[in-house]
């Protein structure tokens, strides 16, 4: 009997080692999970009109008075055309502001829809965020590009509301508007300054405390919370990755919840990068809360599908 246990320990790490060298989690999972580098824009035209896309253009051929260069399109947050469709006013992510000419007659831009061909005398403004994705997968998740009114709420996976002092609801925001050229989400019955609220900065310049581009959240008058929400479309482990601003000038509570437990807290701004397994249906909560006055604060968040 002895003997037979022996034989069948001996066969099963042959077995073990044979399987070892066929199969290595390692190197499949680093296959599975090739990442690149793109970049997404998103193109408001001259009639209002709004198309999101890859961006295959490495850098922008730029031209000043002073200088012709180009920019590392991943330097640059946003782009506002003139009315000759040449002419643009270029912020970048270290907030250099930069005016001159771009060298280019149309944009091109990889959609849902298939590769589109944009004139440059028919764009108004491009919004530019760097993201990363899994080779053979969907793009992650880009809270500030996938932000919309147009959409209904939820938009997809993401939903824009509020919660209480005590966290134990969340509800949806039924109140949208543009205000001036940017997109809101708010409570209703309105307030006089529309808060709680959510909304990106569309405009042509920053406005309390939030940059062109950016996203951002604003408490109720009685400290509620303003919550966006990512809900999973499926089972797996995400990275969650992204930034709150210090905004304007009052110092909010920032934080994050998968359901009622705390992932991560914060006091006016702070960074965060952490993996999560979550199932399809259950959601992540972003949240601005604690305070009112001049509460404006900007959320950078990506979401990606690790597995």
Not at 227 to 242: C, E, H, K, P, Q
Not at 253 to 264: A, C, N
Request: with cysteine; proline share 4%.
């Amino acid at each position: 009997m002895r003997d037979k246990n022996v034989i069948l320990i001996n066969l099963a790490i042959i077995f073990l080692v044979f399987m070892s060298s066929v199969i290595k989690p390692d190197k499949i999972f680093a296959e599975e999970q090739e990442v690149k580098n793109i970049t997404r824009a998103a193109v408001t035209l001259t009639d209002n009109s709004y198309i999101i896309g890859i961006l295959s253009l490495p850098s922008l051929p730029f031209q000043t008075s002073y200088a012709k260069f180009d920019i590392p399109v991943e330097q640059i947050s946003n782009i506002k055309f003139q009315s000759d469709g040449k002419t643009v006013f270029v912020e970048l992510y270290n907030k250099d502001k930069l005016t001159g000419v771009i060298n280019l007659t149309s944009l091109e831009l990889e959609t849902i829809f298939g590769k589109v061909s944009i004139n440059t005398e028919n764009i108004n403004k491009i919004m530019l965020v760097n993201n990363r994705i899994i080779v053979g997968s969907r793009l992650q998740y880009n809270a500030t590009l996938d932000f919309s009114i147009r959409n209904g709420n939820p938009n997809g996976v993401w939903s824009y509301g509020w919660m209480p002092k005590d966290f134990n609801m969340f509800n949806l925001y039924t109140g949208s508007q543009m205000n001036i050229s940017s997109p809101q989400w708010y409570r209703e019955p309105r307030n006089e300054d529309y808060t709680p609220m959510i909304w990106r900065i569309d405009d042509d310049s920053s406005r309390c405390g939030v940059a062109v581009g950016q996203l951002s959240l604003h408490p109720s008058s009685t400290n509620e919370a303003s919550v966006l929400r990512w809900t999973a479309a499926s089972d797996g482990v995400y990275n969650f990755n992204g930034q709150f601003f210090r905004g304007d000038t009052g110092i909010m509570k920032i934080g994050i919840r998968h359901g009622s437990d705390w992932l991560w807290q914060g006091s006016d701004a702070g960074i965060f990068n952490f993996e999560r397994s979550v199932k399809a249906g259950e959601s992540i909560d972003f949240l601005v809360y604690g305070g009112y006055g001049s509460g404006n604060t900007p959320l950078e968040l990506t979401i990606l599908k690790l597995q």
